[in-house]
């Protein structure tokens, strides 16, 4: 959720990734720290296990400027990775032994649907004709629609710009759908959204019909997670 209702809509805007990524470690780092200190203060050493402080030595470093910890005091071992791994090992070690054959029966009674000690969700669909069933049911909620280039104006233009799609709509005065659009948007909203309007125009001017018979767009607005920059970008009407 953090990532698409905060860092996307930053990329769009153009902040730098850098300062996005260094961002993220300090948040991970106060959260943390804030959560293991229970407002008591973080003193002496400190090991830092696992593999994101092994793996990210950019996060390590955040804990000790945090912390105020040195490289001596604010400790990532050579092994730092796998010492969690080690330890469930340890745990394995001295408990009881089992042969091959034991532990193969145990994962798959594991994966068996009998087994009580997992809470299982009823399947979505039961079989072909349940599935049949619910497209049914659901294909009868259709947006109305009519041909564009036999719709006089005003037009209504509704886009939502998306984490990673971007999706458009035009509508009469009558609320009925006249041409749509759906791309991906390849990291790339203000191209995306220039791709999407040159689609529009050329289904507007196609054989001088639409324009013909009166066609302009009246409005337009925007939503999703793009919607202050294409809102600026291109002038839209609100968001």
């Known amino acids: 959720m953090f990532a698409q209702s905060d860092v996307r809509p930053l990329l769009n805007e153009g902040a730098s990734r850098a300062d996005i990524a260094a961002s993220t470690f300090q948040a991970v780092?106060?959260?943390?720290?804030?959560?293991?200190?229970?407002?008591?203060?973080?003193?002496?050493?400190?090991?830092?296990?696992?593999?994101?402080?092994y793996f990210l030595e950019q996060l390590a470093?955040?804990?000790?400027?945090?912390?105020?910890?040195?490289?001596?005091?604010?400790?990532?071992?050579?092994?730092?990775?796998?010492?969690?791994?080690y330890g469930a090992a340890s745990i394995g070690y001295q408990s009881r032994r089992m042969n091959i054959s034991e532990l193969e029966k145990r994962i798959l009674a594991l994966d068996s649907k009998s087994d009580d000690m997992l809470d299982r969700l009823d399947p979505l669909f039961n079989d072909p004709d349940?599935?049949?069933?619910?497209?049914?049911?659901?294909?009868?909620?259709?947006?109305?629609s009519a041909w564009m280039?036999?719709?006089?104006?005003?037009?209504?233009?509704?886009?939502?710009?998306g984490s990673t799609t971007m999706k458009a709509v035009l509508i009469n005065s009558d609320g009925?759908?006249?041409?749509?659009?759906?791309?991906?948007?390849?990291?790339?909203?203000?191209?995306?959204?220039k791709?999407?309007?040159?689609?529009?125009?050329?289904?507007?001017?196609?054989?001088?019909?639409?324009?013909?018979?009166?066609?302009?767009?009246?409005?337009?607005?925007?939503?999703?997670?793009?919607e202050d920059l294409l809102k600026q970008a291109f002038c839209l009407d609100g968001g």
């Open 149 to 161: 280039w036999h719709s006089p104006g005003p037009f209504y233009l509704g886009v939502d710009s």
């Open 61 to 85: 470093q955040a804990f000790r400027n945090t912390l105020g910890l040195t490289e001596e005091t604010g400790i990532v071992p050579e092994d730092a990775h796998l010492y969690v791994a």
């Open 130 to 144: 349940d599935y049949g069933e619910f497209k049914k049911e659901h294909e009868q909620f259709n947006l109305p």
């Open 29 to 53: 780092v106060n959260q943390c720290a804030a959560g293991l200190a229970c407002g008591r203060d973080i003193k002496g050493k400190v090991v830092m296990l696992g593999g994101p402080l």
């Open 176 to 193: 009925q759908m006249l041409w749509s659009y759906y791309s991906h948007n390849e990291g790339d909203v203000i191209t995306s959204a």
């Open 195 to 226: 791709l999407m309007l040159r689609d529009l125009y050329q289904s507007m001017l196609f054989g001088h019909t639409a324009v013909q018979h009166g066609a302009y767009i009246a409005k337009a607005a925007v939503t999703g997670y793009g």
